[in-house]
Every structure is written in structure tokens, then in C-alpha cells.
């Protein structure tokens, strides 16, 4: 199965691209990080010029016998150093603050983004590689911003510096030392490829290694039921054993990439000692320049092997970031587009459905040519077999989905150019499972207004008629209902649902089997409250109890896709025989 | 004071978790510290090299004299590649190996922890122990074998420099002490931020997660604002958080710069001296600059390892907590055989509060014989499910005792009760797989013949093969994929496809439509012939199937008796069922 869209451009192969993209969700942070950079050059020429001193000590020092000249260097590079304290303080101070920043940005737009993406791409992702994005992803870029960044700019810097010392001091012997480099940048080149490919792997691990955890989890009770631990154990063991291999597939780069590096180093170190040594010896160099030279060349390849060092880092963070912006680059299907308007109040509430045709996937069609009208304050209920498509309308009339043809409208205005905060203003759907998020029954029934006084909120249990089961709870409105509302019976959460729908004083309701795990009586006392809360209000009903039907204004029949039959409970009961058939039916069950 | 405690106590325990993982795998780390021995042999040899080549160029000695010293440093340099090879790759390998298997071990103990820890334990915190309190975990075990190497590495080289000058060896070897003790106050000054950094990921976790899972709920009330406020709020706090480290950060980390080079200034002014004095030799005061140069790097690594230790031991001591979590249910010490039976089901003045100590069955007293059907009735809340949950014992009773077939189901072998009993539960729960794998969960071993016939009896096998892939079909997270009463018939199905001495079906056709259910309900006569089954329902004609319908009101039983007796005796039954409803409506 598939989760997500294709990676396009931004892959971590293409690291320019990358970077690129990623500088341009923060233009904003531009100054600051080209100060940060500047700072942490001053820090980086500061500590170069230290082996420059340490030549003056010894040439004009040591060798000359001179003990004042040695107490002088030093006095000069201890100077320097408090000096270079400073600048690197302010180093690591201004990069923090714009990798982090950043940060702070970067998790909002991502999650900006997950939030208008639409419920067929929810539908079609396991919620805990979503969630990876969010977390091991941005994690792994936090981790980088706050150890690697600023190792990684430093280090640049003094490689870069030292190259230009090494050839400022002597650059014979500095171009021998470059063409060790140059081995050491082929090498480079090999383990990148190599690396790459591993930390993608990595990356595209941890995700299922958390999708599966994360079932495993939610699926608990399932799995005990049946005895199934040792089953979902053995099946989360393959998974996290892919992990490991991908991890360890990083490792064997590493393993062989770093000891040639440091093998590389004592060739050159070699190479310097002996070109110098014969200089030395016929004349053309000093001693003291041979010994700058040799501190110069441990500051050229000790960032070098930092750098190599922090590239785990970048490799994960240049992973993560090609992920995040995968996740960017999901169409987002459902959204207001330009020039969409708000509802004009007061919403009366007509809802159409004209010629409304769907299919969640190519080729299936869910629906097929629908049409409904329900009048403003109208009330319509939709039944029909399991699977005909009746929830399929109702997701439909929330927007959760666009039609593939035709138009779903409220008021006349096509839901496509209405603004999202009008339109979730003027709508409530309950669906049948009841969601509640961890947090306070207050918090869940106040949800869509979170400011809602708590008169309000007992106002609403009142007409439902559930106060006295709220006072009932050793905390009232402050008990913790935990996650999903798992605190709670079935028919509890549905009834939480439910309050939380008419606290929200949408024009339009939507009930999707709203009331399918209430005991009849409960069901009734709540079928009164709501023709109190729903008077004057439009209401789309789906149930597979027909009490609600027979006391619809209007009864749709939806079958397979279609509208099959439409009237009053009374006339489909004369007219079409397929209703006829489904209320006797139930009306044997219920009697 | 107190938290201070219990943060060393943590420290304690994190630590004892990490030697104990260490020790598992003491060939690979031995592999590893091996390595990192000959590596850091090399790193001494090289510099005395450097220097004895200076003292021969002083010495004006001949070339000849020198290449053999510069040979001998390559055969060095590719000796210590080996060493550097062998350290990284088994130091990996060791803490991947670690964290994989400390992984596995944590996901089959989540399996066998019991519904009332998984009540008040959210998805998020577990996930946290298997994701990123593990890869702290394994960090701090990935630079143990380097960080042991160093500190061996730190005494020879001071050693090494005492011999060569003891003055200048010395005064050079305050470094490391220098050093240490800078890290050692970096790390303690960032452990607080460390902790609160955790803390603060975790909740942010915490809210992308409960939005992804209830974004349908988010996006039907137009939510997407409120949840991104709720976001953004969270990474401020994170920043704040990481720029409290960041600012230690700032103060520390130049003096692991500055303290080395304070080092080199020593040596400068201190060995120039000496060198001038004849005390020394050039070459000597050479290598000892070059060893400074080597030590900075190690003596970093041992500085980050011992800043980094207490937040790794803090992510493990909450791993070991959750690894010491004792299942509530526990396996029977000496578990009784089921005995042969019809699966008769007694409860015996059975009382049950959930571990939040509400109280929600009194004093209950049902016996159910073996081969017949009982219905629960009662209005929401009442306690109906939480009957049907103590029978497999998802929970144990607080008070009383439930038995099957005689024998008191904590006595039994979990593994022997549950396949006995199965559960089609009030929610329909579907894993993302195939439709076929998700009812083979209810019997792994189940021919396909049984899946499609148990398919069949829950009326999902029409709709299944409506389908393009069938019963390959792979359904979303949760079923998301499927319609309400598709997924409640799958579900079924899992529950039917085994051969259970007791079925519990709760609310298990609520989804479906009259006609189907009706269709349910005649296939499952055939289930119920002669098998013990718990229903709970509220609809009149499946109450009619059962042999007898206990009647519960806040977690009392009521009144027990067929159906129709029920009817007629107990008003309040009559009036939960609505029976008369529809002719006043
Ligand atoms: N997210 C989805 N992706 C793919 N197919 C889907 C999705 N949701 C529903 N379907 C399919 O669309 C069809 C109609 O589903 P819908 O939920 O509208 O049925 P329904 O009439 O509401 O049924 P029920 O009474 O069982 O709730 C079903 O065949 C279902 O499998
Ligand atoms: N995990 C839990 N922790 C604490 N209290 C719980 C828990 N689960 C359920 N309860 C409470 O126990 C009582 C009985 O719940 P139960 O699920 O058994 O009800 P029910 O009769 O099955 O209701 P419904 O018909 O709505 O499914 C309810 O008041 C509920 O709030």
C-alpha cells in the first residue's frame, strides 16, 4: 500500500535542492543567519591565527634562545584566546537561535500543512508515519540545529581557513598536502552515495517501525482477545529487524569511510614531515614553519573528521527534511480557493446535492448521480443497506471530500466557494464513533468553542437531559475522559458527541448513526431533546433504526450509490417495496 | 531537594539498566573496545614519531635516517585504521543490537500488559519509551567503548608527558582534569533543560498525534486553527526549552576550545623554556604540541559522553520502569486444566471498580449454564460491558469470583481461557492488512474454507467480494477504508471464526442495517446451538433469541429470566427497551 505521494524533486540526493527549498520557508531568518555565520567566522579567524604565533614563539624564541620572545607569544595568544572565548560564545549563541527559530517555524508550516490536507490522504496514511513527520523527523533536524550546526559551520570555516594559512605559510608543501585531499574527496564522493541510500532507508524504517508500534499499541485489546501477542510480536520483531539492518547498512559506510580518513591524515602528516625535513635540513625552510605547518595540517584534518563526524547529523537531517517536504508537497485537494466567500448570515440552511457523483478510488464509484434537496429546516433521513453509500453523503456535505461531478451546496452556494470557517460554522457532523480527545468532558463538549461559559455547557446537558449522568462523575466536568474517551461506555461517548454537536449551534446537522449504541430509552429521551435542539434547524439524519425515519419530514432510500426512493415515511411505505420490506423487518425486531 | 533525589535515584536506575544492556552484549563491545585500544595506541605512537623526526632534522641527520620513521608512522596510520574500523563498526553494532532487541522486548511487554494500564497509559508516552528515549539510550551505549578508551588514553598520555618532562608533563596534563571538570558542570547545568526538552517533545507529540487520529472531528468543527495554536504553543515552549541549552551551550562549549589552546600556550611559554634551558629536546617540545592536538578530540567526546549520560540514564530508567510494570493479570503460579464442558459460566457476588475506583458492578450473582444464551440489557452505562470484559479477564473481579466450567478463571492459563472465550467487541477494531488477515486473527489457524463461511454467517462475505482485491483487500488504519457496518461484519467475523466455548457479542449489529441484522441473527441460531453466548443488544428480536436476559441497572442484576417473562414482570425493563415507544411517538 501506498502512504504517500511520490518524493518528486526533493530527493536526498539533491542536496542543493534541498537546502535551497528549505531556506525559503524562513526568508525572514535571512539576516540573522548571515550574521551567525559572520560571527562564527570572526570566532574561526581568531583561532587561526594561534599556530602563526606559536611560529613566531619558536622561530624567534626557542631557536634564537630567547626566553622574553617565548613569555611574549604566549602573553599575545593567551590575549587572543579570551578574545576567541567570546566570539565563539556568540557563535553558538546566534546559530541556535536561528536553527531554532526555524524550528519553531518549520513544525508549524508542517503541521499547517497535515491540517488542510484532506480525509482521503488521512484514509490513505497509517497515522504513525504521520506522526514520525512531526516528531522523529523534525526531531532528528533539532538535533542537528542544536549539536550539528554549528560544529558543521565552524569546521567548514576552518577547513577553509586553513587552507589558506597552509598555502600562506609554505604552499609547496601545501599542495602536497592537497593532493591527499583531493584521494580524500574521491573517497568522499563514494561514501555519500553509499550513505545516502542508507539513511534514506533509515528513515523510510523508522517510519513503519513506528506505524506498526503504534498499532500494536491501539490494537491492544484486540490482540489479548485473541491471544494474538506473540503473533504481533513476531510481525513487529521483522519490522524493527528492517530497522536494524538499515541502521547497520549506515554503519558499514561509516566503518570503513572514517579509519581511511584518518589513515589519509598521517599519509599527508607523513608526506609534511618528510618534504619539510629535507627543507629544513638543505635550508629553505625554518623549523619553527615546519612546526606551524604540522599544527595547521591536525586543524585541516580534525574539522575534516568533525565534519564527517556531524554528517550522520546532516544525513539525517537532509533525510528528514526531504520527508517533511514530501508531505508538503501532498495536493491539497480540499480548500477554500480564491475569492471564496462567507455564508450570509443567518444561514438558513438548504442543503443540495445536484447530481453528486464520488468514488474514494478509481474506478469504484461510490456514488452515482445523486441528487438531494433538503430544504432550509428540513428534516431528512437517509437509509439504506450498509455500504450504499449513506455516510458517503454525509462526508460529502461536510466537505471532507469533492465530488468527482455535479455540486454539493448549502444555500446555493457551492461548497467550493464558501470559506472553511463558514462553512464548519454552519455545520456539525456526529459521526458514529463518538471521538474524544484526551482532556476534560468540558474541554471535549466545549470544543468547537472553547470559550463557552459553563452555564452554557449545562444548558446543553440539561435539554439532552444527561446533566444528572455529568453530576454523576466523581468530577463533574473535570474528569479526565483519556484517550479516545476511554474512561466511558460506548453509549457515553455518543452522548458526549452529541452535546458537543449542539453546543456549537450549527445550522445544518449531520447524525450518522449518531445514537447506534444508546439502550432504546436513552435513544428516545435523546430523539426528545433533539427535536427540541433541532427546531428550526436543518438536519440530515442516517440511522438504521426507522424511528428516526418515520419521524423525518422526508425518507430517502439510497442503494448502491443511488437514490432509489424519496417521500414521507408513509408514502414509501405504500410506494416502494424495498422500504416496505426494511420497516417490517425492523419492525419485528423492535416489537 | 525531593526532585533532585529522585532524579539521582533515576540515575541510578537508568545507569544499572545501561551496564546490565552493556554486559548482554560484552563480545561485541569487547570487539569494540579492543579497537578502540590499538586505535588509541597508535594516536600516542604517532607524535613521539612526529617529534623523534623533528630531533633528527635538529640533529642535522641525514634523510636516510628519516624515511624509516616516516615508514613506520604509515605502517602506524594503517594499524590505527584498523582500530578506528573495528570500534565503529561493533560499537554500532553493539548499540543498534541493543536497541533492537530492547525495542522487541518492550513491544511484547505492551502486549502483556493489562486493559487497565492501557486505560490510563496514552499511545504517545508508550511510543515515546520505543522511539526516542531508546535512541538516547543507544547513543550513550554507541560511545561507551570510546569513551573507556579515552579515559585509559588520558592516563598514558599524562603518564607518557610526565616521563618525557614531569614539569611540563604536568602542567600539560591539568588539561584533562581542566576539561573534565568543565563538562561535568555543562552537563549538570543542562540535565534540567535536557529533562524539560523531553517533556516538552513528548507533549507536542502529544498533540500532533490526538489531532491526526480525531482530524475528522478537527475538520468538521473547523478546528485546524485551535489545534495549530495548540501546536504552535508547544514549539515555543520546546524553543525556550532548547535555548536554555543552547545558552549553556554558549558559555561551555568555547572553553573545550579554550582550554586546549591554554594548554598549547603552556607548552609554548613553559617548553620553550625548558628547550632554551637544554632541559628538553626540540622534538620533544614538538610532540608535546602534538599531543595536545590529539587529546582535544577525545577529551570532547569524553566531555559530550558524561553531559549526555544523565539524560540517557533518566530515558532508561523510564524504560526500565515500564519493563517492570507487572501485568495486573497475572498468570496463575499452578494453572488449573479447564475441565471438560459446556462452558457453564458462574458469577459468584462478583464486585468490580476500575482501577480509578469508581464502582461499577455490585455484588453480582449470574450463572449462565453451560450451552445456553443470556442477553445483557440495560441502560448506557450500566455495566454491560464491563460483565462481558471480566469473563476472558481483561480485568479481575475486586471481589467474588467468575468461574468456567467450575474452575475460577484466575486459576486458569490465560492462553486456555481466551481461546475459549471470544470477544466481538462494542468497537470495531481493524488492523491494516487484508481483510482475509484480520479475521485470521480470531483463528490463525483457521482453513480459508472457515474464514469464508465465518464471512458468511456475518454477512460480510457479499460485500467482501464486491470488492476488486476481495478478500485481500487491505482495509486503513482502524478500517478506516471500510463503512461502519462493513467493519462491524468483518469484525464479526473474526469473533465467529473460531470455536470458542463461550461467545460474548457486545452491541455486535448496532452498525448493520434491519435487514442484515435480521440475516445475522438467523445465521447465528446455528452458532449458538449448544454453545454458551453472552449478547449484548437492545433490539427485541435478537432478545428473543437468547434463553434467558439478565437485566441490569447500575451494576446490579436486576432480574434474570427469558424475555418475554421479563416483559411482562418488570416494568422498568420494558420501559429501557422502549417497546411501546413507537405508538406515542
Ligand atoms: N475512505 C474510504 N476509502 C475507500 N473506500 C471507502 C472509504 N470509505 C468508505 N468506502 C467504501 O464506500 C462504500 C460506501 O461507504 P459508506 O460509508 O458511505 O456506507 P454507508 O452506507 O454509510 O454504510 P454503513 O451503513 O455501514 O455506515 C463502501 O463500500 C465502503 O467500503
Ligand atoms: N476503563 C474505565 N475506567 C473507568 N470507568 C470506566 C471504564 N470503562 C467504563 N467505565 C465506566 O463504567 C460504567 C459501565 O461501563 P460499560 O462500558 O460497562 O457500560 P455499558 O453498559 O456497556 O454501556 P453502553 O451501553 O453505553 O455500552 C460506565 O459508567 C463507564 O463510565
Redesign the pocket.
Known amino acids: 500500500m501506498k502512504y504517500m505521494g511520490s518524493a518528486g524533486d526533493y530527493r536526498v540526493d539533491r542536496p542543493g535542492r534541498l537546502v535551497t527549498r528549505a531556506a525559503r520557508l524562513a526568508p525572514d531568518l535571512k539576516w540573522q543567519f548571515i550574521g551567525a555565520i559572520a560571527v562564527a567566522s570572526v570566532a574561526t579567524l581568531v583561532r587561526l591565527v594561534g599556530p602563526l604565533i606559536i611560529r613566531g614563539g619558536i622561530d624567534d624564541g626557542i631557536t634564537e634562545g630567547d626566553k622574553r620572545t617565548i613569555i611574549v607569544a604566549a602573553a599575545i595568544y593567551v590575549g587572543l584566546l579570551v578574545v576567541q572565548y567570546f566570539a565563539s560564545a556568540a557563535a553558538q549563541w546566534s546559530v541556535a537561535i536561528v536553527g531554532e527559530r526555524y524550528l519553531v517555524r518549520l513544525r508549524s508550516v508542517v503541521f499547517g500543512r497535515l491540517l488542510r490536507l484532506d480525509m482521503g490522504f488521512y484514509s490513505r496514511s497509517k497515522s504513525g508515519v504521520l506522526v514520525s513527520r512531526m516528531t522523529s523527523d523534525i526531531e532528528s533536524l533539532q538535533e542537528f540545529a542544536s549539536d550539528g550546526a554549528v560544529l558543521a559551520l565552524t569546521n567548514l570555516l576552518t577547513v577553509v581557513g586553513v587552507a589558506f594559512a597552509l598555502v600562506l605559510v609554505d604552499w609547496q608543501m601545501a599542495f602536497t598536502v592537497f593532493a591527499v585531499v583531493f584521494v580524500l574527496a574521491g573517497v568522499t564522493v563514494l561514501f555519500q552515495r553509499q550513505a545516502r541510500r542508507a539513511y534514506d532507508q533509515v528513515r523510510e524504517q523508522i517510519g513503519s517501525v513506528l506505524a506498526t508500534l503504534q498499532e500494536g499499541i491501539t490494537g491492544v485489546r484486540v490482540v489479548q482477545a485473541f491471544t494474538q501477542e506473540d503473533a504481533q510480536a513476531s510481525t513487529f520483531g521483522r519490522v524493527n529487524e528492517r530497522y536494524f539492518e538499515a541502521n547497520m547498512a549506515a554503519a558499514r559506510a561509516i566503518s570503513w569511510y572514517f579509519p581511511v580518513v584518518a589513515f589519509l591524515r598521517i599519509i599527508a602528516l607523513a608526506a609534511a614531515l618528510g618534504i619539510g625535513a629535507s627543507r629544513v635540513l638543505n635550508g629553505t625552510m625554518t623549523i619553527g614553519t615546519l612546526v606551524a605547518f604540522l599544527l595547521y595540517l591536525d586543524w585541516f584534518f580534525q574539522p575534516i573528521i568533525n565534519l564527517s563526524n556531524v554528517y550522520n547529523l546532516l544525513q539525517s537531517a537532509l533525510a528528514a527534511i526531504a520527508k517533511l517536504f514530501e508531505l508538503m508537497d501532498e495536493k491539497v485537494v480540499v480548500d477554500d480557493k480564491q475569492g471564496a466567500f462567507d455564508l450570509s448570515e443567518p444561514v438558513s440552511g438548504s442543503v443540495a446535492l445536484e447530481t453528486v457523483s464520488f468514488s474514494y478510488e478509481p474506478n469504484t464509484m461510490v456514488l452515482d448521480a445523486v441528487s438531494v434537496i433538503v430544504g432550509a429546516g428540513e428534516r431528512v433521513a437517509i437509509v439504506g443497506e450498509t455500504g450504499s453509500g449513506k455516510s458517503t453523503i454525509a462526508k460529502l456535505i461536510m466537505r471532507f471530500y469533492d465530488p468527482e461531478s455535479g455540486v454539493v451546496a448549502i444555500d446555493g452556494n457551492d461548497l467550493r466557494d464558501i470559506t472553511e470557517r463558514s462553512r464548519t460554522g454552519a455545520l456539525a457532523l456526529i459521526p458514529q464513533d463518538g471521538f474524544l480527545f484526551a482532556g476534560t468532558l468540558r474541554d471535549n463538549i466545549a470544543y468547537a468553542d472553547p470559550g463557552a461559559p459553563d452555564e452554557a455547557v449545562w444548558n446543553v446537558l440539561r435539554a439532552m437531559g444527561i446533566d444528572h449522568w455529568v453530576r454523576s462523575l466523581p468530577e463533574g466536568l473535570d474528569t479526565e475522559v483519556?484517550e479516545r474517551g476511554?474512561?466511558?461506555?460506548?453509549?457515553?461517548r455518543?452522548l458526549v458527541a452529541l452535546a458537543r454537536a449542539f453546543l456549537s449551534d450549527p445550522s445544518i446537522i449531520v447524525l450518522d448513526e449518531a445514537t447506534s449504541?444508546?439502550?432504546p430509552e436513552t435513544e428516545i429521551q435523546v430523539e426528545g431533546a433533539l427535536r427540541v435542539l433541532l427546531a428550526g434547524r436543518t438536519s440530515v439524519v442516517i440511522a438504521h433504526r426507522l424511528r428516526s425515519a418515520e419521524r423525518a419530514d422526508r425518507v430517502i432510500m439510497v442503494d448502491g450509490g443511488r437514490i432509489i426512493a424519496e417521500g414521507t415515511h408513509s408514502e414509501l411505505v405504500e410506494s416502494s417495496p424495498r422500504y416496505k420490506e426494511l420497516v417490517e423487518v425492523w419492525q419485528r425486531g423492535a416489537k | 531537594m525531593v526532585e533532585d533525589q529522585s532524579r539521582l535515584a533515576d540515575l541510578r536506575v537508568g545507569i544499572s539498566l545501561l551496564w546490565r544492556v552493556a554486559l548482554r552484549y560484552r563480545g561485541v563491545a569487547a570487539m569494540s573496545i579492543v579497537g578502540a585500544l590499538i586505535w588509541m595506541a597508535m594516536v600516542i605512537l604517532v607524535p613521539y614519531l612526529v617529534g623523534s623526526v623533528i630531533d633528527l632534522v635538529v640533529g642535522r641527520a641525514e634523510m636516510s635516517d628519516i624515511w624509516p620513521v616516516l615508514g613506520l608512522m604509515v605502517i602506524a596510520g594503517a594499524i590505527q585504521a584498523v582500530g578506528i574500523s573495528l570500534r565503529r563498526y561493533y560499537g554500532f553494532k553493539m548499540s543498534y543490537r541493543a536497541e533492537a532487541d530492547l525495542r522487541n522486548n518492550i513491544f511484547t511487554h505492551i502486549q502483556r500488559l493489562a486493559?487497565?494500564f492501557h486505560?490510563v497509559t496514552s499511545t504517545g508516552e508508550l511510543m515515546a519509551r520505543a522511539s526516542s528515549d531508546l535512541s538516547q539510550l543507544r547513543l550513550i551505549l554507541a560511545m561507551a567503548p570510546i569513551t573507556s578508551a579515552n579515559l585509559v588514553m588520558f592516563v598514558v598520555v599524562a603518564i607518557v608527558l610526565i616521563i618525557i618532562d614531569p614539569v611540563l608533563g604536568l602542567t600539560a596534563s591539568l588539561m584533562v582534569p581542566a576539561l573534565l571538570f568543565t563538562s561535568a558542570r555543562f552537563a549538570s547545568k543542562v540535565v534540567g533543560f535536557s529533562f524539560d526538552l523531553q517533556q516538552r517533545l513528548s507533549e507536542l507529540s502529544h498533540v500532533v498525534e490526538e489531532t491526526v487520529s480525531g482530524i475528522e472531528v478537527v475538520k468538521s468543527y473547523g478546528q485546524e486553527a485551535q489545534q495549530q495554536a495548540r501546536l504552535d504553543d508547544k514549539a515555543e515552549t520546546i524553543y525556550d526549552a532548547a535555548m536554555g541549552m543552547a545558552k549553556q551551550r554558549a558559555i561551555y562549549r568555547p572553553f573545550f576550545e579554550i582550554i586546549p589552546a591554554l594548554g598549547t600556550v603552556a607548552v609554548l611559554a613553559l617548553g620553550g623554556v625548558r628547550v632554551v634551558d637544554g632541559a628538553i629536546t626540540f622534538g620533544e617540545f614538538v610532540s608535546f604540541t602534538q599531543y595536545l592536538a590529539v587529546m582535544v578530540l577525545p577529551l570532547l567526546i569524553t566531555g559530550w559522553f558524561f553531559a549526555n549520560l544523565p539524560r540517557s540514564a533518566a530515558a532508561a530508567s523510564r524504560i526500565d520502569a515500564l519493563l517492570e510494570t507487572a501485568p495486573d493479570i497475572r498468570e496463575p503460579e499452578h494453572p488449573v486444566r479447564l475441565k471438560p464442558g459446556h462452558g457453564e459460566v458462574v458469577f459468584d457476588d462478583v464486585s468490580f471498580a476500575?482501577?480509578?475506583g469508581?464502582t461499577?458492578l455490585h455484588n453480582v450473582d449470574l450463572r449462565i449454564p453451560g450451552g445456553s444464551s443470556v442477553g445483557l440489557v440495560?441502560?448506557?452505562?450500566?455495566?454491560?460491558?464491563?460483565?462481558?470484559?471480566l469473563i476472558p479477564r481483561f480485568y479481575d473481579v475486586t471481589s467474588g469470583s467468575i468461574t468456567l466450567d467450575g474452575v475460577d478463571v484466575r486459576d486458569l492459563a490465560l492462553d486456555d481461557l481466551r481461546s475459549e472465550v471470544s470477544v466481538v467487541f462494542?468497537e470495531s477494531y481493524l488492523f491494516s492488512a487484508s481483510i482475509e488477515e484480520n479475521i485470521r486473527v480470531g483463528d490463525p489457524m483457521a482453513s480459508d474454507k472457515r474464514i469464508r463461511s465465518a464471512a458468511r454467517l456475518a454477512k460480510a462475505h457479499e460485500f467482501i467480494c464486491g470488492f476488486d482485491d476481495g478478500y485481500a483487500t487491505v482495509v486503513g488504519e482502524r478500517g478506516s477504508t471500510l463503512s461502519g457496518g462493513q467493519r462491524q461484519r468483518v469484525s464479526l467475523a473474526r469473533g465467529v471464526v473460531r470455536d470458542p466455548r463461550v461467545l460474548i457479542l457486545?452491541?455486535a449489529t448496532s452498525s448493520v442495517d434491519a435487514i442484515v441484522e435480521a440475516e445475522i441473527q438467523e445465521a447465528l441460531r446455528q452458532v449458538m446451538a449448544g454453545r454458551t453466548t453472552v449478547i449484548?443488544a437492545h433490539r427485541t428480536s435478537t432478545l428473543a433469541l437468547v434463553d434467558n436476559v439478565a437485566f441490569?441497572e447500575d451494576?446490579h442484576v436486576v432480574a434474570f429470566g427469558p424475555h418475554h417473562e421479563l416483559l411482562e414482570e418488570v416494568p422498568r425493563y420494558a420501559a429501557v427497551l422502549a417497546t411501546g415507544a413507537e405508538v406515542d411517538a
Open positions: 483519556r476511554g474512561r466511558f461506555s460506548a453509549g457515553e455518543q449504541n444508546l439502550d | 486493559f487497565s486505560d476500575y482501577p480509578d469508581t461499577v440495560g441502560a448506557t452505562g450500566s455495566g454491560k460491558s464491563t460483565i462481558a470484559h462494542q457486545d452491541d449484548i441490569i451494576g
